[in-house]
């Protein structure tokens, strides 16, 4: 296992370690961490307004309510693509050294430029959400890219001393934002004219959609799953690789969501709010580990960490535990913490498949929510009876290693205390 476990470390510290410098996805990253309340809100909104209990749907649609609830949906998820948009650029260009704001308004133009719109009236929502992701995720990298290029060989007009600062900026982004105006309006005007009507369905057609087979297929989520956890057990969050996907799981909730308001089948089983399933408590599904360490352990220092650590783990959050009993890097522990994953997720895959619990709604479910709760944002109590079965399972798994090191160190307890009054 010690052979092992060095060359786990020696493989996955270097890849891991260059991802979590890609500046491009950790701008993803930062992006959807600010778009959080928007997708909160939106979420909320839209379990609303599409709350399958037959009271509820009755209340909602007397009251007017559900038209207020899928009015603030409308306006926060559904055009979720027009806020990154200007958040991504602005991220990524901050990464790269440069004055973002700039270059957040000339990547913006250029999303709406290519857009499809009605001159001077309207532009259909369509390519706003998340079918428009991709798009916004190669303008976002290219305009900052390209903004930098120019900037670097110092193709700007440069204004004379003495000029305020915010001045000089706008001077100087005048010519990328024009050469960027110009590609943009020219893409969107030839594009009008093909049968594909826009560069987001040329993207959507040869981009996304395949890439969602691929991506958000079983072995692929599943692959996601246990390659985040071994990052986060070397030390290295595993946070980073879900930006990877993001896009996917994003634009499948989209996709059920839609379904869901039109009365028809729910066509995707993994969806972003899929990943509540996986590794209840946190990263190794340890909710079940904090509880039995809080309520049965003999060891006074594992006893006191699990009571610290059993909130935290309600919400998801257990770096109390990987980091205080060690769990990272502990090689007695890497079975349990890397196999509980693997059963979540494929139990969950095939409770949903096979029909035993409903396919889940498209409602975005923060990884922050409370366990039991967060199934039943995500699906109904169907999802949140499936998440009492996978904590279950999870503390079967983690119980005979929680039995184990709590041994050890109630015997590392004794043998100090029993130097500590020798030494008195």
């Known amino acids: 296992m010690e052979k092992f476990m060095k060359w786990l470390e020696a493989g996955l510290m270097p890849v891991a370690n260059k991802i979590n410098k890609v500046k491009y996805l950790s701008a993803i ?3 959807f961490q600010i778009l959080l309340p928007v997708i909160l809100i939106g979420s ?8 399958d209990i037959p009271v509820w749907q009755a209340f909602v649609k007397k009251t007017g309510l559900a038209v207020f609830f899928m009015t603030i949906q409308s306006l926060t998820l559904s055009i979720i693509a027009l806020y990154m948009a200007f958040l991504l650029p602005y991220e990524f260009a901050e990464k790269l050294g440069m004055k973002p704001v700039s270059v957040a308004l000339t990547s913006f133009m250029s999303f709406l430029l290519v857009t499809p719109h009605e001159l001077y009236k309207a532009i259909p929502t369509t390519w706003l959400g998340y079918s428009g992701m991709f798009t916004v995720l190669i303008i976002s990298w290219i305009v900052p890219r390209f903004c930098k290029f120019l900037r670097d060989r110092n193709v700007y007009i440069h204004m ?6 915010i001045v000089e900026e706008a001077f100087a982004a005048l010519v990328p934002a024009t050469f960027c ?12 004219k093909t049968s594909f009507g826009s560069i987001h369905q040329v993207i959507y ?29 070397c030390g290295i969050h595993g946070n980073s690789i879900f ?7 994003f634009a499948a909730s989209a996709e059920n969501l839609a379904a869901l308001t039109a009365g028809n089948s729910l066509p995707n089983i993994i969806i972003d709010s899929f990943q509540v399933l996986c590794q209840p ?22 006893r006191t960490l699990g009571k610290m650590s059993v909130i935290p783990a309600v919400f998801g959050i257990n770096e109390p535990l990987l980091f205080g009993v060690p769990i990272l890097l502990n090689p ?34 923060n990884w922050t929510m409370p366990q039991i709760v967060s199934g039943f944002l995500a699906q109904g109590w169907q999802c949140a009876v499936l998440q009492v079965v996978l904590i279950l399972v999870t503390s079967l798994v983690w119980f005979p290693f929680f039995k184990m090191i709590d041994r050890q160190t109630v015997a590392q307890e004794q043998k100090d205390s029993k130097e500590i009054k020798g030494q008195a």
């Open 29 to 31: 990253g930062a992006t």
């Open 44 to 51: 909320f909104a839209c379990l609303g307004a599409f709350l």
């Open 160 to 165: 004379p001393s003495g000029v305020p600062p």
């Open 181 to 192: 105006a110009l590609a943009a309006a020219l893409v969107g005007t030839l594009m009008a």
């Open 205 to 233: 057609s040869f981009i996304q959609t395949p890439l969602k087979g691929i991506g958000l297929s079983f072995p692929a989520y599943l692959f996601i799953q246990v390659l985040s956890t071994l990052f986060m057990f």
């Open 243 to 249: 930006s990877i996907i993001s896009p996917l799981t």
């Open 281 to 302: 408590g946190g990263f190794g599904g340890t909710f079940g580990l904090a509880i039995m360490m809080a309520f049965a352990a003999k060891s006074t220092r594992l």
């Open 332 to 365: 007695i522990l890497f079975i349990p913490y890397v196999l509980n994953p693997i059963l979540c997720t494929s139990i969950s895959y095939v409770a949903i498949r096979t029909g035993l619990v409903p396919r889940l709604t498209g409602t975005i479910v």
